[in-house]
């Protein structure tokens, strides 16, 4: 077969398409509808990898597992050298658990996971959430102005996400290092000398969890990670690399997933204040706020598959070992589904059928806990900050990751020390 460009034939917005270009990066959307209604599947000559950004050719490709296998799913390079005897299995999160594995593996791992993170444990640890929020926020309750990313959005889902596991509250600093390096280790373009930095981090990762589990094994505590040592007969079938790497997954997919979404629901909310003034209001809305936001700018782009025999997706061919990035963030925008795909809108009848975490095998398994750091996170700020504001002039600076969408910083204004406003969200949640 003649060699030809897989990218011919579209057009010029989708053939030169950048998806790490800064304008695309604040506001994908227009570009990945055009693609909706043009090639609902295109190749990506810029990043070599193909796109898939229709809904129906997303879920047609996520039910697929075993022609669209998450196996690669989390690609790194390779572990320095000096570090190969300190990390024998490679990184730990790139040992199979569950977002780079495939069923029958992923369904034994992930029926497990689902025992040892349920929505109970969830709504259990929601004092703990709130108390850990309630810290956060002391901290900078009277200095009228904070980056809410940097001081609240960024350490809340970590520290949750670490009182869950059982860390214990003194290593809580390395456990927040360990966890950020574990993210940035996601991003191809990372500097050697930072790369070595973060594979270092992993180390000591690696080395701490091996050590909890070896106490917990002696010792469990009511904790996740004692659960996922030793909770039930096919619990104890995993081994200590499983534990490690599935470890590292809930803190990479647990926490800058949270944190951008935080960032999104205060930028989305704040720009506008009659929605802000409508959710204050009426402390119902709430839920439906945090939902919309994640079908409107959810944290998560797109995240990948490789294929494992040629197979045809939206009319196109895709050969075997193609890089696909599913495009669920397109995929809540995509206007078959959501009628004006753009507006926010509060009502929206079919607002919890967005794709922000995912449908199927792999299907977020953080999901409750979340919503519930949402929900509590957005309860505490509107109460304590009654007259919370944008702070004029800022530039919203998103990464460019394929993954990830969350702004970088965001400043925010209020007047210390004003009473809530009597009907005020500050009387939910007590
Ligand atoms: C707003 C926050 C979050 C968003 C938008 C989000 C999004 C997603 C998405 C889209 C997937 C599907 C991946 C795929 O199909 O390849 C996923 C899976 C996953 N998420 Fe989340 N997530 C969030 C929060 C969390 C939290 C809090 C945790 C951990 C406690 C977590 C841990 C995971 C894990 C481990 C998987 C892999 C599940 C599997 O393969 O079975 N996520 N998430």
Same mark, same amino acid.
């Given at each position: 077969?003649?060699?030809?460009?897989?990218?011919?034939?579209?057009?010029?917005?989708?053939?030169?398409?950048?998806?790490?270009?800064?304008?695309?990066?604040?506001?994908?959307?227009?570009?990945?509808?055009?693609?909706?209604?043009?090639?609902?599947?295109?190749?990506?000559?810029?990043?070599?990898?193909?796109?898939?950004?229709?809904?129906?050719?997303?879920?047609?490709?996520?039910?697929?597992?075993?022609?669209?296998?998450?196996?690669?799913?989390?690609?790194?390079?390779?572990?320095?050298?000096?570090?190969?005897?300190?990390?024998?299995?490679?990184?730990?999160?790139?040992?199979?658990?569950?977002?780079?594995?495939?069923?029958?593996?992923?369904?034994?791992?992930?029926?497990?996971?689902?025992?040892?993170?349920?929505?109970?444990?969830?709504?259990?640890?929601?004092?703990?959430?709130?108390?850990?929020?309630?810290?956060?926020?002391?901290?900078?309750?009277?200095?009228?102005?904070?980056?809410?990313?940097?001081?609240?959005?960024?350490?809340?889902?970590?520290?949750?996400?670490?009182?869950?596991?059982?860390?214990?509250?003194?290593?809580?600093?390395?456990?927040?290092?360990?966890?950020?390096?574990?993210?940035?280790?996601?991003?191809?373009?990372?500097?050697?000398?930072?790369?070595?930095?973060?594979?270092?981090?992993?180390?000591?990762?690696?080395?701490?969890?091996?050590?909890?589990?070896?106490?917990?094994?002696?010792?469990?505590?009511?904790?996740?990670?004692?659960?996922?040592?030793?909770?039930?007969?096919?619990?104890?079938?995993?081994?200590?690399?499983?534990?490690?790497?599935?470890?590292?997954?809930?803190?990479?997919?647990?926490?800058?997933?949270?944190?951008?979404?935080?960032?999104?629901?205060? @930028?989305? =909310? &704040?720009? $506008?204040?009659?929605?802000?003034?409508?959710?204050?209001?009426?402390?119902? +809305?709430?839920? *439906? %706020?945090?939902?919309?936001?994640?079908?409107?700018?959810?944290?998560?782009?797109?995240?990948?598959?490789?294929?494992?025999?040629?197979?045809?997706?939206?009319?196109?061919?895709?050969?075997?070992?193609?890089?696909?990035?599913?495009?669920?963030?397109?995929?809540?925008?995509?206007?078959?589904?959501?009628?004006?795909?753009?507006?926010?809108?509060?009502?929206?009848?079919?607002?919890?059928?967005?794709?922000?975490?995912?449908?199927?095998?792999?299907?977020?398994?953080?999901?409750?806990?979340?919503?519930?750091?949402?929900?509590?996170? @957005?309860? =505490? &700020?509107? $109460?304590?900050?009654?007259?919370?504001?944008?702070?004029?002039?800022?530039? +919203?600076?998103? *990464? %460019?990751?394929?993954?990830?969408?969350?702004?970088?910083?965001?400043?925010?204004?209020?007047?210390?020390?004003?009473?809530?406003?009597?009907?005020?969200?500050?009387?939910?949640?007590?």
């Amino acid at each position: 077969m003649p060699n030809r460009d897989p990218s011919a034939g579209l057009c010029p917005a989708l053939h030169d398409y950048d998806p790490f270009a800064p304008d695309h990066l604040a506001d994908p959307y227009p570009l990945w509808r055009l693609s909706q209604r043009e090639a609902p599947v295109f190749y990506v000559s810029k990043a070599g990898f193909w796109a898939v950004t229709g809904q129906a050719e997303i879920l047609e490709a996520a039910r697929n597992n075993e022609v669209f296998s998450s196996r690669d799913s989390l690609n790194f390079r390779p572990v320095p050298e000096h570090l190969s005897d300190r990390l024998p299995n490679g990184f730990p999160q790139a040992y199979p658990s569950l977002i780079n594995s495939d069923p029958p593996e992923h369904s034994r791992i992930r029926k497990i996971a689902n025992r040892s993170l349920t929505p109970r444990h969830v709504t259990v640890m929601e004092p703990a959430i709130r108390e850990i929020a309630t810290s956060l926020l002391e901290s900078f309750v009277d200095d009228g102005a904070v980056d809410i990313v940097g001081r609240f959005a960024v350490p809340l889902p970590v520290t949750v996400i670490a009182r869950f596991l059982g860390v214990d509250e003194n290593d809580l600093p390395d456990f927040q290092r360990w966890s950020h390096a574990a993210f940035l280790m996601s991003n191809p373009n990372l500097d050697e000398d930072e790369f070595i930095r973060c594979a270092t981090c992993h180390a000591e990762l690696n080395e701490y969890l091996q050590e909890r589990i070896a106490e917990r094994r002696q010792d469990p505590r009511d904790d996740l990670l004692s659960r996922l040592v030793d909770g039930g007969e096919e619990t104890t079938q995993l081994s200590n690399e499983q534990i490690i790497s599935l470890t590292a997954q809930l803190l990479i997919g647990g926490n800058v997933t949270t944190t951008d979404l935080l960032g999104n629901l205060l @930028l989305i =909310l &704040l720009s $506008e204040p009659e929605r802000l003034q409508a959710v204050r209001s009426n402390p119902a +809305l709430i839920g *439906p %706020a945090i939902e919309e936001v994640l079908r409107i700018k959810s944290s998560i782009r797109g995240l990948f598959r490789t294929t494992t025999r040629e197979v045809e997706l939206g009319g196109v061919t895709l050969p075997e070992g193609a890089t696909v990035w599913l495009l669920w963030g397109a995929a809540n925008h995509d206007e078959r589904i959501f009628p004006r795909p753009d507006e926010f809108e509060l009502s929206r009848p079919n607002n919890k059928d967005h794709l922000a975490f995912g449908k199927g095998t792999h299907f977020c398994i953080g999901a409750p806990l979340a919503r519930a750091e949402l929900r509590i996170a @957005l309860e =505490l &700020l509107l $109460e304590r900050l009654p007259d919370l504001r944008l702070a004029d002039e800022q530039e +919203l600076v998103y *990464p %460019a990751s394929p993954v990830s969408q969350g702004v970088e910083r965001l400043q925010l204004e209020w007047t210390p020390g004003q009473p809530a406003p009597s009907g005020h969200l500050g009387r939910v949640g007590r």
